[in-house]
């Protein structure tokens, strides 16, 4: 059964730093990785998809590398701003070819003035 | 293009009572699936539809039933709802084939 880990489990910075958050999942076998943005009591929000034959992804100050040989990626946040504050959540899709993700318990980022 | 829309966004039941969930996918999309986030946690996958059947199925009591429709969009239904199945509840729609999840902004049921 796949699992999936994130650390830190809450994060407080100071703004203007550059920050790493940490996925693992235990079954090297997956697809696709995905990290998205929740923001309190909403949905979900995706931010960047690594596809199985990908090694990193970025869009803006954001950049997620993969290596599902250790079953790692991480999520690298450059020049963090207030806005920057939620929770994020990696999640990976199984080698089945069906788009059943499972996810982290997510990461509580929050970026203070 | 719309995206995935879930309705309602708030919803209020008193435990015993029975609850849907509807679910309509983004354009093109054919396949279903639906997700409990309890607070503090991560989205738990309930199941998936495609073709209007119950492709795969997560860890859920069968108090959880779904169904999909011709048009692709769905509803989740809960029986006999206890406390601990208030949650957000939410629904993703992809391609067939691999193709990447979209998901709606969920349905935030309380059970009281």
């Known amino acids: 059964k796949q699992e999936v880990t994130q650390i830190p489990a809450a994060l407080s910075v100071p703004e203007g730093e550059n920050l790493v958050l940490n996925c693992s999942f235990t079954?090297?076998?997956?697809?696709?990785l995905q990290w998205f943005r929740q923001d309190p009591g909403k949905g979900l929000t995706s931010l960047l998809l690594?596809?199985?034959?990908?090694r990193e992804q970025t869009s803006g100050r954001l950049n997620a590398s993969l290596d599902k040989s250790s079953g790692r990626s991480t999520l690298y946040i450059a020049a963090s701003q207030p806005g920057d504050s939620a929770t994020y959540l990696c999640?990976?899709?199984?080698?089945?070819?069906?788009?059943?993700?499972?996810f982290g318990k997510g990461t509580m980022l929050l970026v203070s003035p | 293009d719309a995206g995935v829309t879930q309705s309602p966004t708030h919803l209020i039941k008193t435990r015993g009572q029975q609850v849907t969930l509807r679910c309509s996918p983004k354009?093109?999309?054919?396949?279903v699936s639906w997700y409990q986030q309890a607070l503090g946690q991560g989205p738990q996958f309930i199941f998936q539809?495609?073709?209007?059947?119950?492709?795969q199925r997560g860890n859920f009591p069968d108090r959880f039933s779904g169904h999909q429709f011709p048009n692709y969009s769905s509803e989740l239904n809960v029986n006999a709802l206890l406390l601990g199945d208030s949650a957000l509840y939410l629904c993703?729609?992809?391609?067939?084939?691999?193709?990447?999840?979209?998901f709606g902004q969920g349905t935030r049921l309380t059970v009281v």
């Open positions: 539809y495609y073709e209007e059947e119950e492709r």
């Open positions: 999640a990976v899709y199984p080698n089945s070819g069906y788009s059943t993700l499972t």
């Open positions: 079954d090297s076998a997956i697809y696709n």
């Open positions: 993703a729609s992809s391609p067939t084939d691999r193709g990447e999840a979209f």
């Open positions: 690594i596809q199985s034959s990908q």
């Open positions: 354009s093109g999309h054919d396949t």
